[in-house]
C-alpha cells in the first residue's frame, strides 16, 4: 500500500518435464490494483481492476461423451489479459459490490477459453450485499 493507492500481485511459474501428459501454462499472472477513499467520513470506498493472464500453451480438449480431457496439440490459448472493475463500498456493518468482469471483451479478442471449444463466460455485472448481524 502506497498512500491511497493498494495493489496485490500473483506470478506463478511453471514448468513440466513432460507436457505430454499435462498441459499448463508457462507463467501466470494476477494484479489487482485499489484505490480507497472515504466518503462523507464513514462510508469506506474502494475502486479497483483485476487482470488476470497467462502465457500461450496448448490446452487440453474435453470430450463429453466420455466425460475425459485429452491432450490437443493443435489449438493454442492464453496470452491475451482478462480485465475486471469493481467498486467495494462498507458502511458499519454492511458491504456492498459491484463487479464488471471481462471488461476488455472485444478490445483483444471476442472471447477467451481455458478448454478448447468451451468459452468463458462474456462481460458479466456482478453485484452483492454482506450484512453481519453481530460483532
Known amino acids: 500500500s ?4 493498494s495493489s496485490e500481485h500473483l506470478g506463478v511459474y ?4 513432460n507436457k505430454d501428459i499435462i498441459r499448463t501454462p508457462e507463467l501466470y499472472l494476477y494484479n489487482s490494483l485499489a ?4 466518503f462523507f467520513k464513514v462510508l469506506r470506498t474502494q475502486f479497483g481492476l483485476d487482470v488476470r493472464y497467462n502465457s500461450r500453451y496448448f490446452a487440453q480438449a474435453y ?8 491432450n490437443l496439440d493443435q489449438v ?4 491475451k489479459p482478462v480485465v475486471g472493475a469493481w467498486i467495494k463500498a462498507s458502511l458499519k456493518r454492511a458491504n456492498v459490490f459491484v463487479k464488471y468482469d471481462y471488461v476488455d471483451q472485444g478490445l483483444f479478442n471476442l472471447g477467451y477459453y481455458t478448454t478448447h471449444n468451451y468459452p468463458m463466460p462474456d462481460r458479466l455485472l456482478k453485484f452483492g450485499v454482506q450484512w453481519n ?3
Not at 470430450?63 to 485429452?70: H, I, R, S, T
Request: proline share 4%; aromatic share 18%; no cysteine.
Open 2 to 5: 502506497v498512500g491511497k493507492f
Open 14 to 17: 511453471q514448468n513440466i518435464s
Open 35 to 38: 484505490f480507497n477513499q472515504i
Open 63 to 70: 470430450a463429453p461423451d466420455v466425460n475425459q480431457f485429452y
Open 76 to 79: 493454442e490459448l492464453g496470452r
Open 133 to 135: 448481524f453481530h460483532d
